[in-house]
């Protein structure tokens, strides 16, 4: 089975731009979550979305929105962008069904590494 | 303060050596518990879930101590291939929170 894949696998933008990064989750997983990871650090919670509704938001502007599909892939929108968000951006589906801690496993993909110029 | 916080690192062992990595959280509503692994350039992969009553697998033990709030990471005879960095994460209130992560180097 394919694991989570994620799109683009490198992109370099301006500032002031917008973004859209894309994130297919594994068969079966229902929830997608996105994070920034800056070098160094350990990845930073953004979102996660479980049934196309948005199950929780981490500490970033509303520059950053996502959404989710009906398939149960994903989009994550950065507009306005600054030279801080150069960063890899991971995305992770799981199963998520919310009362068994096996089923909240987080499988990352390979991530996208954005540089903003 | 950060809500997760992890030993600074970098660990630097030799092989065969017992390695102890140890996590604070500063939030006492959270949930669930977990070790991840990350290689260099490479995306983070779980390593262990981490139960009350504890859990080990194979050469890996992971304890959590509510009252303390303090989750740690025991890794028994070292391999090479252990060379990594070891983030621990949290669960609270649907937010999903990555400590900054300790790097472990194994010296041959």
């Known amino acids: 089975d394919a694991g989570v894949t994620q799109s683009p696998t490198h992109l370099i933008k301006t500032r002031g731009q917008h973004v859209t990064l894309r994130c297919s989750p594994i068969?079966?997983?229902?929830?997608v979550s996105w994070y920034q990871q800056v070098l160094g650090q350990g990845p930073q919670f953004i979102f996660q979305?479980?049934?196309?509704?948005?199950?929780g938001r981490g500490n970033f502007p509303d520059r950053f929105s996502a959404r989710q599909f009906p398939n149960y892939s994903s989009e994550l929108n950065v507009n306005a962008l600054l030279l801080g968000d150069s960063a890899l951006y991971l995305c992770?589906?799981?199963?998520?069904?919310?009362?068994?801690?096996?089923?909240?496993?987080?499988?990352f993909g390979p991530g996208t590494r954005l540089l903003v110029l | 303060r950060k809500e997760v916080e992890q030993d600074p690192g970098p660990f630097n062992v030799p092989e065969g050596a017992t390695v102890a990595f140890n996590c604070t959280y500063s939030?006492?509503?959270?949930?669930?518990f977990f070790w991840y692994r990350q290689d260099c350039r490479k995306e983070p992969k779980l390593l262990m879930s981490?139960?009350?009553s504890g859990n080990e697998d194979g050469r890996f033990t992971a304890q959590l101590n509510r009252a303390s709030q303090y989750i740690s990471l025991l890794i028994r005879d070292s391999k090479l291939s252990d060379s990594a960095t070891y983030l621990c994460?949290?669960?609270?209130?649907?937010?999903?929170?990555f400590g900054k992560g300790t790097r472990l180097h194994i010296l041959p």
């Open positions: 068969s079966g997983h229902k929830s």
């Open positions: 939030n006492s509503a959270s949930q669930s």
């Open positions: 979305y479980y049934e196309k509704e948005e199950r």
């Open positions: 992770a589906s799981s199963l998520a069904n919310g009362w068994d801690i096996s089923q909240e496993t987080q499988y």
């Open positions: 981490v139960y009350s």
């Open positions: 994460v949290v669960n609270r209130d649907d937010k999903i929170i």
